[in-house]
């Protein structure tokens, strides 16, 4: 370990030892990595590029017992610590700068047991894996709209998808967890065992522990799904908006229809004239009966001239994977959101004004929208902030080149900053950027000061801070 930069390894002024180090490293199945080993950088690359952070250890878990010591070393030796599971993390809180961290992408393992629709899920999956079993057994667990997002950080922080009107937010199916606290002991939270923590993770991000496994519920989901993509010229973007926040009154939970607006990527079915150009498209799914499904979309189809139409029956992981190419890893992300009650007509103005100052190819504004069964829990059950029926905008930003940074931040940021006065004020977390630290007690509304108290009986140091941070009781006492 000697090439290994030790200032980022401090414990008060003292460095940690070198026989501490390797201690660790006798001690774990899996592999810790320092900056002398090959593998380092890769290890230290995540899904958004503008994050280049350089820990001073990185611990790549085989298990829960490596996950046990690698928290025991960050507290013993006062380290800043990190916690990766497999997928985006836009904020780049999966990785710091010196300290250590918890590397969970080799825990990968997925096992469904058909007879009980259970399911026992790793952190280090992704839905492509989670989908791979499931859909094997003609079963489906509500996650995401994109097959390379890891399945810890999105159930953390609740979850929402294509199949969320009809089965619930991820986390509503979570049945229990295992999970590495701050003191580095092992337990297992569910409805009966720690239910102060269980309701806590539910939404609440990784600011409570380390979770090295968990068991969710299934449901049924045979044969295809009805799937696809309406894709409408930008010029008719008002009337499609309007059109949509009308048809989704009477739409039944089986049926989901996001927006999408940006430019046309060269996708093989639009006519190469499109290429390029702004657009509005509805993305919807429906999980039912086929025959029901092309009733529930019609009136979504039958809104204004399209310039394609593929909705089609599709397996689930096929239509997960639709949207992949588009976010693969090496760009430079930010994103900024907002929860809205309503899509309303002021609301719609902002959107396409800012579409018409797109910064760049990649850059989009979507809308999802979550209700049906996920908006009949109430708020209180879970962390999870906003569960009435209401609609999600993410402003992405995506570019590739470093001096367009402040082009495209700027303009998602200007974007919010107009949308604000007609937003509920509540926000998904998994959306939130680094730079969002005070909007935390805000996005979670009516939940956080419970959130407040179950961190200050977990982790009352804040071992757990690199997230969108729920601060102890005591810490925010002393910064007061």
């Given at each position: 370990m000697d090439d290994l930069n030790l200032t980022t390894l401090k414990k008060g002024q003292a460095l940690v030892k070198d026989v501490d180090i390797e201690g660790l490293a006798a001690g774990l199945r899996g592999k810790l990595l320092s900056g002398k080993d090959a593998d380092y950088d890769a290890a230290r690359a995540i899904w958004n590029a503008?994050?280049?952070r350089r820990p001073g250890l990185i611990a790549r878990c085989a298990g829960?017992?490596?996950?046990?010591?690698?928290?025991?070393?960050?507290?013993?030796?006062g380290l800043l610590l990190a916690v990766r599971g497999g997928g985006h993390n836009i904020a780049g809180n999966a990785v710091c700068e010196g300290g250590i961290v918890i590397d969970l992408s080799p825990m990968k393992s997925v096992r469904v047991d058909p007879d009980t629709r259970r399911l026992r899920v790793e952190?280090?999956?992704t839905l492509a894996d989670v989908d791979g079993e499931t859909q094997a057994f003609g079963l489906a667990l509500p996650t995401g709209i994109n097959s390379t997002t890891g399945i810890a950080g999105l159930t953390l922080g609740g979850g929402f998808g294509w199949l969320t009107r009809k089965f619930g937010l991820t986390i509503d199916n979570l049945i229990s967890m295992d999970v590495v606290t701050a003191e580095g002991k092992f337990t297992r939270a569910s409805e009966r065992e720690e239910p102060d923590l269980f309701w806590a993770l539910r939404g609440g991000g990784g600011n409570f522990g380390v979770v090295t496994s968990f068991?969710?519920?299934?449901?049924?989901?045979?044969?295809?799904?009805?799937?696809?993509?309406?894709?409408?010229?930008?010029?008719?973007?008002?009337?499609?908006?309007?059109?949509?926040?009308?048809?989704?009154?009477?739409?039944?939970?089986e049926l989901t229809c996001w927006v999408v607006m940006r430019r046309a990527p060269p996708l093989p079915f639009l006519p190469a004239e499109w290429h390029g150009k702004e657009i509005a498209?509805?993305?919807?799914?429906?999980?039912?009966?086929l025959e029901k499904g092309k009733a529930a979309t019609a009136g979504l189809r039958a809104i204004g001239r399209p310039i394609a139409d593929v909705v089609a029956p599709m397996p689930f992981a096929a239509w997960q994977q639709a949207f992949d190419p588009l976010l693969t890893p090496g760009a430079r992300n930010y994103w900024k959101s907002q929860d809205f009650?309503?899509?309303?007509?002021?609301?719609?103005?902002?959107?396409?004004?800012?579409?018409?100052?797109?910064?760049?190819?990649?850059?989009e504004i979507?809308?999802?929208?979550?209700?049906?069964?996920?908006?009949?829990?109430?708020?209180?059950?879970?962390?999870?902030?906003?569960?009435?029926?209401?609609?999600?905008?993410?402003?992405?930003?995506?570019?590739r080149e470093k001096s367009m940074d402040d082009?495209?931040?700027?303009?998602?940021?200007?974007?919010?900053?107009?949308?604000?006065?007609?937003?509920?004020?509540?926000?998904?977390?998994?959306?939130?950027?680094?730079?969002?630290?005070?909007?935390?007690?805000a996005a979670y509304g009516a939940n956080y000061r419970r959130l407040k108290a179950i961190k200050q009986h977990y982790d009352p140091q804040n071992l757990f801070r690199m997230n969108q941070n729920v601060k102890p009781e005591t810490e925010m006492r002393a910064a007061s």
């Open positions: 503008m994050v280049d829960a017992a490596d996950v046990m010591r690698t928290v025991r070393f960050a507290r013993n030796n952190p280090g999956a068991e969710f519920r299934l449901h049924d989901l045979p044969g295809d799904v009805l799937a696809g993509l309406v894709v409408h010229p930008f010029a008719d973007a008002e009337a499609v908006l309007k059109q949509y926040r009308q048809a989704l009154e009477t739409a039944p939970d498209v509805l993305a919807m799914c429906y999980c039912g009966d009650a309503e899509i309303s007509d002021a609301t719609i103005a902002i959107l396409l004004d800012a579409v018409r100052k797109l910064p760049g190819p990649e850059c979507f809308i999802g929208h979550v209700g049906g069964a996920a908006g009949r829990i109430p708020v209180e059950a879970t962390a999870f902030p906003q569960r009435k029926s209401h609609f999600v905008m993410n402003v992405h930003a995506r570019w082009t495209c931040i700027s303009w998602a940021r200007a974007l919010f900053e107009s949308t604000k006065a007609n937003a509920i004020g509540t926000a998904y977390i998994n959306f939130m950027p680094e730079d969002e630290a005070d909007r935390v007690e």
